[in-house]
T-cell receptor
Framework: KAGVTQTPRYLIKTRGQQVTLSCSPI?????VSWYQQTPGQGLQFLFE???????NKGNFPGRFSGRQFSNSRSEMNVSTLELGDSALYLC?????????????FGEGSRLTVL | AQSVAQPEDQVNVAEGNPLTVKCTYS??????LFWYVQYPNRGLQFLLK??????LVKGSYGFEAEFNKSQTSFHLKKPSALVSDSALYFC?????????????FGRGTSLIVHP
């Protein structure tokens, strides 16, 4: 069974640009959540999607957005990039809408903003 | 609100010695507790979880964790550390009733196992 796939793995952008990151969950997993990981702030929750609906949202500005498609694949977008957006962005999927299930993480997309 | 504290940023242990990575939590109701491991430039990998039942939970790679309700702790342990165990370890918690399905993560503890 294929794991969570995130693309691209590495990318470099300049301030003011926008970026779109993609996440394909494990087959059958309907919940997809996104996290930002930085050395200073640790692992911070961005948002979670379930059945194409945003179900939970973290404390990030509106420049950070996401969506989920009918096949459960998800994308997140960051507009007007700032230097502080440089981070590892992790996607995680979960088998169902809740329950006791653990999260399955992708390898991450490392974004560098210059 | 739910929260997790990992009081040690870094834990150093010699290979072959037992290791403990500490975690305490706060959550309404009964907790669901998780440990994840992250190797450099990789995503997080699930190690083990406590949902209910036996307070000692066994997981991957010889790791185990002990749930202590009175101390609201869920410490990760391994009887004999390996150099390959060196990684970043995250504890996470979520409540078992109502609320968000999203766990709250600790800030992580860097485990360094010396040869």
């Amino acid at each position: 069974k294929a794991g969570v796939t995130q693309t691209p793995r590495y990318l470099i952008k300049t301030r003011g640009q926008q970026v779109t990151l993609s996440c394909s969950p494990i087959s059958g997993h309907r919940s997809v959540s996104w996290y930002q990981q930085t050395p200073g702030q640790g692992l911070q929750f961005l948002f979670e999607y379930f059945s194409e609906t945003q179900r939970n949202k973290g404390n990030f500005p509106g420049r950070f957005s996401g969506r989920q498609f009918s096949n459960s694949r998800s994308e997140m977008n960051v507009s007007t990039l700032e230097l502080g957006d440089s981070a590892l962005y992790l996607c995680a999927s979960m088998i169902a809408g809740g329950g006791t299930g653990e999260l399955f993480f992708g390898e991450g997309s490392r974004l560098t903003v210059l | 609100a739910q929260s997790v504290a990992q009081p040690e940023d870094q834990v150093n242990v010699a290979e072959g010695n037992p290791l403990t990575v500490k975690c305490t939590y706060s959550v309404s109701g009964n907790p669901y507790l998780f440990w994840y491991v992250q190797y450099p430039n990789r995503g997080l990998q699930f190690l083990l979880k406590y949902i209910t039942g036996d307070n000692l939970v066994k997981g991957s790679y010889g790791f185990e964790a002990e749930f202590n309700k009175s101390q609201t702790s869920f410490h990760l342990k391994k009887p004999s550390a390996l150099v390959s165990d060196s990684a970043l370890y995250f504890c996470a918690v979520r409540g078992s009733s109502g609320g968000s399905y999203i766990p709250t993560f600790g800030r992580g503890t860097s485990l360094i196992v010396h040869p």
